[in-house]
């Protein structure tokens, strides 16, 4: 089932028309980021534009900017780019889509550890200032 969907989305990236294909600029606009960004996220091994002509310029396809929308759904959501590479591996490797959800829900996690242990400072700081608002302060 998995190889047939492969196949299936390998056979449509090969019959993209032209028409199909965005170049940096529109891309980027398209996302709300810069050119720049997008180079940057190629040179990580990110989102993997064609090069066409002499230029070697760039030329992004289907599958080029389904990956681009999840790497920027990624880094809006916090993720640096090391956990971005690893969700995008994860993503184009045999185990797929489950890797990445592991990888996600790691994240959360962590998230919401950090998040209880704040809260917990939290309550310890606000009894320290209850505390100190108790205590009178003795004139030297």
């Given at each position: 089932?998995?190889a047939?969907?492969a196949?299936e989305?390998?056979?449509?990236?090969?019959d993209a028309?032209?028409d199909?294909f965005?170049?940096?600029?529109?891309?980027a606009?398209a996302?709300?980021?810069?050119s720049?960004?997008?180079r940057?996220?190629?040179?990580?091994?990110?989102?993997?534009p064609e090069?066409?002509?002499?230029?070697r310029?760039?030329?992004y396809?289907?599958?080029?900017?389904?990956?681009?929308?999840?790497?920027?759904a990624?880094?809006a959501g916090?993720?640096g780019?090391?956990?971005?590479?690893e969700?995008m591996a994860?993503?184009d490797g045999l185990v797929?889509?489950?890797?990445a959800?592991?990888?996600?829900?790691?994240r959360?996690d962590?998230l919401?550890?950090?998040?209880v242990?704040?809260l917990?400072a939290?309550?310890?700081?606000?009894a320290?200032?209850?505390a100190?608002?108790?205590?009178?302060?003795?004139?030297?």
């Open positions: 089932m998995r047939q969907r196949l989305g390998i056979r449509a990236e090969e028309q032209d199909d965005t170049t940096i600029t529109h891309l606009q996302l709300g980021v810069r720049s960004t997008l940057f996220w190629e040179e990580e091994g990110l989102v993997r090069r066409v002509t002499t230029l310029a760039r030329r396809g289907p599958a080029a900017i389904r990956a681009a929308r999840v790497v920027v990624l880094r916090g993720y780019v090391p956990a971005v590479r969700v994860s993503l797929g889509p489950a890797d959800r592991r990888i996600l829900r790691d959360l962590r919401a550890a950090r998040s242990a704040l917990r939290g309550t310890d700081l606000a320290v200032v209850d100190t608002r108790e205590t009178p302060v003795r004139p030297e």
